[in-house]
Structure formats: C-alpha cells, structure tokens
C-alpha cells in the first residue's frame, strides 16, 4: 500500500469513514481503490482487472460502463436536471417509470413511490402501514414480522426489520412492534431427520404461532426477501413461501417482498415473487432498477394498500411524507433506459440460462472438505466455508469468509463475505465463458485456502 502522506491510500484512511468496515483494520490496512469500470469488470489504480463476481452490491445489472446509460443521464441532465413530484408537480420520466413499472409488476399493482434508497424505502413502507391502519380504524394493527437473518437496509425502521446482530446491536434497535420470525435455511436450521418440506411446515408453523403470541390483530405485515441476499444468500425450502401466504391469507395480514436483489432478472425472472410464486400487497425495488448508476428506488402497492392511505391524507389535507430526491428525473431517466436494455437484450433469459451454469459450477464444489453447502438460484449464489469435519481446532467460524475473501482478490475475482459463506451476483450481462472463468477462480481459491489451512 502507498502510504505517503499525499497518497490516496493515507487521504482516505485520514479522511474517509467507510460503510460496512471495520475502521480500526482500516487504518493499518488502508483501502482497495477502484478506478474505472468495463463489462463485468473493476480495474484498480495499480491497474488489476478483477471480475465483479458481486455486481458492486447486487446491483449493476448491465456492467460497468453501459454507454446507453451515461448517455440517459447526460440528456436528462441537459434537459431537465432536477425536479420534484411535491404538491402535484410531474416530469416525463417518473410518468413513464411509474407506468412501466406497474405494467412489469407480477400481480396487479396500483401506484408507485419514488424513494433514494433501499432503506428509505422501507423506512416508508412502514409508514405507509401504520397510516394505513389509522386510516381503517384499526389502530393497534401496527407490528411487522420479519425473519432473523433478512436484510432490509439500516435507516432506523429498515435496519430494525433487518434480522442481523450487527445491525442491532448498540444502535439501540429493533425499534418496538417489529418482530423476527425463523430463518428458512434448511441446511443450517433444518433438524436430524427433517425434511425439506417438514421444514418449510416448521418455518410457517412458527409464524402462525408468532401471530397467534401477538394477536392477530396487531400484525400489519410481514415483509421478506424472496430469496435472502445479505444474510447469507438463503434459498427458500420447497413449499415455503405457499405455507407462509397460507398463514398470512388467515390473518388479513399484508405482504411486503423485499425485491431490492431479486427484482429485475437476478433469480432468472423478471421478479423473484414470480420465482417463487408470491403474491406480495406491496414490493420494494431498487439496485438494478438502475443498475445503481444512480441511487433510485421505488415501492409499488395493490390498490387495497394505497387506497385507505389516500383517503386518509384526503382527510388530513396532504400527506405528509417525501423526500426531495424522490422520483429525480436523472435516476428515472437512467431507470427506464435499463429496464429496455434488460428486456431488449432479453437478459432476464440470460439470467437463467447463466445462472444455470454458475449453480451447476458451484453445486460441483459441494464436496471440498472446505465447502459445507453450496446454494442459490440463477446469477445469486453461495458457497458455506468450513473447517473440516473433524479438524475444526484452529478455524474462526464468523470468520472464514473473510480469509477465503483474500485469496478471491489474489485471483482476480470480488466476491463478498457474509460470515461464513461466499457470495456469487455477478452482472446479468455476464457470459457463459466468463461464468467458467468465475468458477476456475473459485476452484483455485479453494486450493489456496485449503493450502493456508494445511489440509
Ligand atoms: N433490502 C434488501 C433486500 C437489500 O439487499 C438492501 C441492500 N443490500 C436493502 C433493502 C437496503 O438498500 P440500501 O442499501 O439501498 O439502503
């Protein structure tokens, strides 16, 4: 690392306060910097290609350097570089969007909110739900169940949805009334002798008695990731996600999907609620809607959950909620330019047809005395590291990811550490040679940790 004292390297250490660091190894280790961007491709400022086997955070769908979109950008920033959808104000992007957006939802949706962010997103679901439940009288029907392990960002009501200790702990979260139900990975949860299924049965059977613990009429919602990303890349049990709406249609209880990874292509659909067979009341986008060219985000809802909230800011007079950044022209822009880039260049199917092979590749190391299990679902992936059976002395669970992480960097691949398990969300653009070069990274990789571990 260049550490003179006008370096970038010591600028940043000095100056810099990084997301998702631990800063105290950052001051002694410094940081990776990024410098430019091509295809699936990140190179550093010393000049080393590394393939973005995570698309920055589960989010460039197109690659690093989709000229259509900076084009997108620059016009709409020539044309009209900002504007506000404040006290019935409009632009042509948000009208387009918002359109576009409901006429791709996977069951029939009624409006959308622009917000900037994952976060903020679902920091105003929850809003939005506690409105709605005033509007219909039912004031006490406010808590939302999430599930230990989901990842639904870290402003104050997302972060305490979120179902990880990190996130909760000394930041004074979860906030009351938000409630954390079983995390539905079978390989880590599941018991001796428990099916798949047995699970799944087990999974809902614990929200029903959640539900029934609380009071049914004091759930507004349980929101979920169709397919868990942040918290390790869990894949639903089969049956799962019947059982769970089988509970949920009992109770009047709405359905929020978390489509922040999933939406747009990632799981080899257009929406993972198609994957998996979900009927969500509302669903929550963002990353790939822009390929997070530009930080963007949306929710859209049923015209069930949107109508008692407008009534409601009728009465009041306005509704007291947005966000200066919300519907940016800029970020709606380079939205709706994306979305036509994936359905024009049919990467949704390349999703599949990819993911195939990448699921495949990884299911193939499942028998390295290092790999525990190998998951995931088109272009979103995990490989579980472990000590050995029998030699466990000497390994840091919690800490296996991060050691695994550097001999990934060392062979040219980014790849992300959650714990324990390695994660795989490489851009939908990616191609069938391209995912073998992913996966012979992976193989050395393995052979260097393992050869580090003396196995
Ligand atoms: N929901 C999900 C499913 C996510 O994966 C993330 C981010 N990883 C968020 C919400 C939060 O998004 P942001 O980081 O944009 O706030």
């Not at 600028?11 to 105290?24: E, K, M």
């Not at 380079?334 to 199917?349: F, H, M, P, T």
């Not at 990448?358 to 579980?384: K, T």
Request: glycine share 10%.
């Amino acid at each position: 690392m260049d550490l003179r004292p006008n370096s970038d390297e010591a600028r940043d250490i000095a100056y810099h306060f990084h997301s998702y660091t631990n800063p105290r190894v950052h001051e002694e280790q410094g940081p990776l910097i990024m410098d430019r961007g091509e295809g699936i491709y990140v190179f550093d400022t010393q000049g080393n290609r590394y393939i973005e086997g995570m698309s920055g955070l589960w989010s460039v769908a197109v690659g690093f350097h989709e000229q259509r979109l900076i084009d997108a950008a620059t016009q709409q920033m020539a044309k009209l570089p900002y504007y506000h959808n404040f006290a019935h104000r409009s632009h042509g992007p948000a009208i387009d969007l918002a359109e576009k957006l409901i006429g791709m939802a996977p069951v029939p949706m009624s409006k959308v909110f622009f917000t900037n962010s994952g976060s903020e997103a679902n920091d105003t679901i929850l809003k939005m739900l506690w409105y709605r439940s005033n509007a219909l009288g039912k004031p006490e029907k406010k808590k939302v169940i999430s599930r230990i392990r989901g990842y639904h960002g870290v402003t104050v009501a997302s972060a305490s949805m979120t179902g990880l200790p990190y996130n909760h702990k000394s930041f004074d979260l979860p906030i009351d009334g938000i409630l954390h139900t079983t995390c539905p990975h079978y390989w880590r949860e599941g018991r001796d002798g428990e099916s798949e299924e047995d699970f799944a049965t087990r999974c809902a059977e614990d929200l029903d008695a959640m539900i029934q613990s609380e009071g049914p009429d004091t759930i507004a919602a349980f929101i979920a990731e169709p397919l868990m990303g942040a918290g390790g890349v869990v894949v639903p049990p089969v049956t799962y996600w019947e059982k769970i709406q089988a509970v949920l249609g009992k109770y009047d209880i709405l359905l929020i999907a978390d489509e922040v990874i999933c939406g747009f292509g990632r799981t080899g659909k257009m929406f993972g609620s198609e994957t998996f067979d979900i009927r969500p009341d509302i669903m929550t986008l963002s990353k790939q809607i822009t390929s997070s060219y530009f930080p963007f985000s949306a929710f859209m809802m049923t015209e069930e959950v949107y109508a008692p909230i407008a009534d409601e800011a009728g009465r009041i007079g306005v509704l007291g909620h947005g966000y200066t950044g919300g519907a940016h022209p800029v970020g709606a822009a380079v939205a709706l330019e994306n979305l036509k880039i994936i359905e024009e260049r049919d990467l949704v199917a390349n999703a599949a047809e990819r993911g195939a092979e990448l699921q495949a590749g990884l299911r193939g190391f499942a028998g390295h005395p290092h790999v525990g299990e190998a998951r995931g679902v088109g272009l979103i992936g995990a490989l579980e590291i472990v000590a050995p059976e029998g030699r466990e002395e000497g390994f840091n669970p919690g800490q296996l990811g991060a050691a695994m992480n550097k001999h990934f960097l060392k062979n040219g691949l980014i790849s992300r550490a959650m714990m324990d398990a390695m994660a795989f969300c490489p851009p939908l653009i990616i191609t069938a040679a391209q995912v073998r070069d992913i996966l012979t990274a992976v193989e050395q990789s393995l052979e260097g940790f393992a050869a580090e571990m003396q196995v």
